[in-house]
């Protein structure tokens, strides 16, 4: 039975804390003014290398993969295929779309030879051209490919966190077809998917009209509303209207057309956008399909982004108290914070009753497949480890101490102060 705590150890679904690499530090960091960063950081999950650029440590690394693999299993629904493209660009096909000159954030790195690369920020230059030598035919459309992989932006601010990075991780779909109408269609199901990928994710993504900037006329954005946002919205709180307020022309106040009452200001985080780009980047390549009349025509684009690692930093920003980051269940790091109460570590000594059921508890939520954080820390008081459970913010803590004993457990949710004793076999079930 006590050997059981070691093989389980990197088991990749369960973690002692005392061996976690990344732990949670007393004092929030001075050197951060955001409350994502603030939170992230003091419980662990992130470090800050440079301004806007930062290291996710495990926890962090966990959640980040979990944002990922929700938005994968949506992208992969719609018929889309994975791909991992380069992030060192030819300068040439910046060029040719003339956005070596435009894209203000574009990092430009010099080789010590004679060559300049753009620092990718976005994939229109490279996927294009590489599409080119494989989409011909009108057998070969619609075609849809993505990646998640890290951005490079030279961005003016990098204050916010992970909501402003220099590099961060998106996701960026693009979608390739022979006609508008096709666009169109794949467009629309993408806003749907969107809706419901944030949903998933424990946001409510409002889809808001905006400018296109460099990519086209105008675009998609996904807007969470938060006090802390950079982005602002007029939009109608029933859900039909929601426009960008740099293009709108609609005031705050305004009644809604539907009679929902009067539109309202609010500031949001864009945590994604959609671009109908058309033939603008087919034409700068030339990339062109024969269609059934054997007619050459330009491919219809469209182009699709997450950025996953501001959508992390919006989950904390949203889901907080004053304790803490509160995970919703989907992007939590694991399942259940276990806490062990009451002096040695049954590895150490003669396990107490209570103790003994503290291993049994962590090998049957392991052996069951729950994500299981241990707190198995020796000489930290309770209050610490209540502190660090809700700092960290896992939606589930089961304690166990000398006062709980013969297979039961005390069950706590995070965002609720009620605490109940169950047995182990029921806590199984609820997390189910
Ligand atoms: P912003 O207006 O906030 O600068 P953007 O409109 O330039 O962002 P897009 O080109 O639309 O960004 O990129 C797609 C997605 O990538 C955005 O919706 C956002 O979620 C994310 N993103 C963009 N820039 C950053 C950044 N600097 N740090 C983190 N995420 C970013
Ligand atoms: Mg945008």
């Not at 002692?16 to 530090?25: C, E, M, N, P, Q």
Request: net charge positive.
């Amino acid at each position: 039975m006590l050997y059981s705590f070691y093989p389980s150890v990197n088991s990749g679904y369960s973690m002692l804390y005392s061996k976690l690499f990344g732990k949670t530090i007393k004092e929030s960091p001075k050197d951060e003014s955001s409350v994502n960063a603030r939170l992230l950081i003091q419980a662990g999950f992130i470090r800050k290398e440079v301004a806007g650029v930062y290291n996710f440590l495990p926890l962090g690394l966990r959640v980040l993969n979990k944002i990922s693999n929700i938005i994968r299993d949506e992208m992969d629904n719609t018929g889309a295929q994975e791909l991992l493209l380069v992030s060192f660009q030819n300068k040439a096909n910046w060029e040719k779309t003339g956005r070596w000159d435009s894209f203000d954030a574009l990092f430009k790195v010099k080789s010590r030879y004679d060559f300049e690369y753009a620092l990718g920020p976005t994939h229109e230059e490279v996927l294009v051209p590489l599409v080119k030598n494989f989409a011909n035919s009108y057998r070969d459309l619609p075609l849809k490919l993505y990646q998640i992989q890290n951005k490079f932006r030279d961005e003016a601010r990098s204050k916010a966190g992970l909501l402003r990075g220099r590099e961060f991780l998106m996701k960026d779909l693009y979608s390739f077809h022979q006609s508008e109408k096709d666009l169109v269609d794949y467009y629309e199901l993408m806003k749907k998917v969107y809706k419901k990928t944030f949903s998933r994710l424990g946001l409510n993504a409002i889809e808001t009209l905006a400018s296109g900037g460099t990519f086209s006329k105008f675009s998609h954005e996904f807007q969470v509303i938060c006090g802390n946002g950079e982005d602002e919205i007029i939009y109608c709180p029933s859900g039909d209207f929601s426009q960008n307020s740099e293009i709108t022309k609609v005031k705050e106040g305004k009644e809604c057309d539907l009679g929902h009452g009067p539109l309202k200001k609010v500031k949001t985080i864009e945590v994604g956008n959609i671009f109908p780009l058309k033939d603008k980047f087919s034409k700068a390549f030339g990339l062109t399909f024969k269609d059934k009349s054997g007619k050459e025509k330009y491919v219809v684009m469209g182009c699709y982004g997450i950025g996953i690692s501001r959508t992390m930093g919006a989950i904390a920003e949203v889901h907080n108290d004053k304790k803490g980051i509160v995970w919703p269940k989907s992007v939590a790091p694991y399942q259940v914070h276990l806490i062990h109460l009451g002096g040695v570590h049954p590895r150490f000594a003669k396990a107490s009753p209570g103790e003994s059921a503290t291993s049994e508890v962590y090998d049957k939520l392991v052996k069951t497949g729950v994500e299981v954080l241990y707190d198995d820390r020796e000489d930290v008081s309770a209050g610490e480890k209540f502190a660090d459970a809700d700092l960290i913010g896992i939606p589930v803590r089961l304690v166990i101490s000398d006062k709980v004993s013969g297979g039961q457990v005390e069950w706590k949710k995070r965002d609720e102060d009620k605490t109940e004793i169950i047995s182990v076999d029921q806590a199984i079930k609820r997390l189910g």
